[in-house]
């Protein structure tokens, strides 16, 4: 299944995603649910979950009817975050 997803991926959906410098990845599939998160420009961009909508679920589901529903996660990197609390805490040096 995961393969089939990474086709359609591949080919409807990371093309119109590049363009914008971004792209996609599967975070996991799981009785019928695809869990996606964008990268690059896509992340964290206000428009993600319109494009998680109206792109990449209508493209996955019309290609594998198995899929029942894509879900967007919005997951921060630890190592940003470690980066963030030595930043807040001044323990970064310039």
Known sequence: MLEMIEKVLEEK???ALLAHEGNVQVAGFEDGVLKIR??????GC???QLTTEELI??????????IKDVVL???V????????R?????EVEN
């Open 57 to 66: 679920a209508k493209a996955v589901r019309d290609a594998i009817p198995e």
């Open 77 to 84: 990197n630890p190592e940003l975050l470690e980066f963030a």
């Open 86 to 90: 030595k930043l807040l805490n001044h």
């Open 46 to 48: 206000p428009s993600a």
């Open 38 to 43: 964008l990268t690059g420009q896509c992340s």
């Open 13 to 15: 959906v990371r093309p």
């Open 73 to 75: 996660v919005n997951e």
